[in-house]
C-alpha cells in the first residue's frame, strides 16, 4: 500500500488555519500558531511572539513598505517566508549602539543611523539573513506584503498574543 504526500506551501494570500491534531491526548496540552494567519491580522513590522524557548522566541513579522531601523546587542536572524524583501544594514557608530550588552530583543535606532554602510541583501520565500550585533537593519518592501520569521531573543519590543493566535481547543 503506497501512501501519497503533498506538500502545499503558505503564503500571506493563501494559507491553512494553524491546528493541532492529537492522536490520543488533549489539544490544550500543545501551542501552535500560524506565520501566515499571524501576519495576516498584524500591523507592518509588528513583532508578534509565535514560538518561545525560555529568552528566546521567533517572532512574525508582516513585512510591508519600510521598516523603522533596529538595532540588537545579539545577532538575530531574518527568515523570509512569504515576498521579497530588502535588509539594510549600517554598522553603528558607538553612540547608537545598545550600551547595555545583556539587552535582549531588538530596539529603535534612535534618528537616522549613523556609520558604515554595510550593503543590503534581496530575499524571498527561504532565504535567510544575519542581522549582526550592534548594526542597524531596515526591512524594504517595494510589492505585495510579505512575511518574516525573526530569530532573536524576546525584548522590548516583542509583542505577545497568545490567546488570539494559538488553538485553545
Known sequence: MTVAYQTR????????????????????????????????????????????????VLETLRAEGTSPWYTSAHDEFALVMDGEVEVHLVQLDAAQTVADTEKNGAVLVQGEPKGRKMGWMKLSRGHQGLLPKNAAYQFRVAGDPGVIVLQTCKGDLSVEKWADICQTH
Open 9 to 56: 506551501f503558505g503564503s500571506l494570500k493563501h494559507f491553512e488555519k494553524g491546528h493541532v491534531e492529537p492522536i490520543d491526548d488533549d489539544v490544550r496540552h500543545y501551542a501552535f500558531s500560524n506565520c501566515f494567519e499571524i501576519a495576516s491580522i498584524s500591523r507592518p513590522y509588528e513583532k508578534v511572539v509565535f514560538g518561545q524557548n525560555q529568552i528566546y
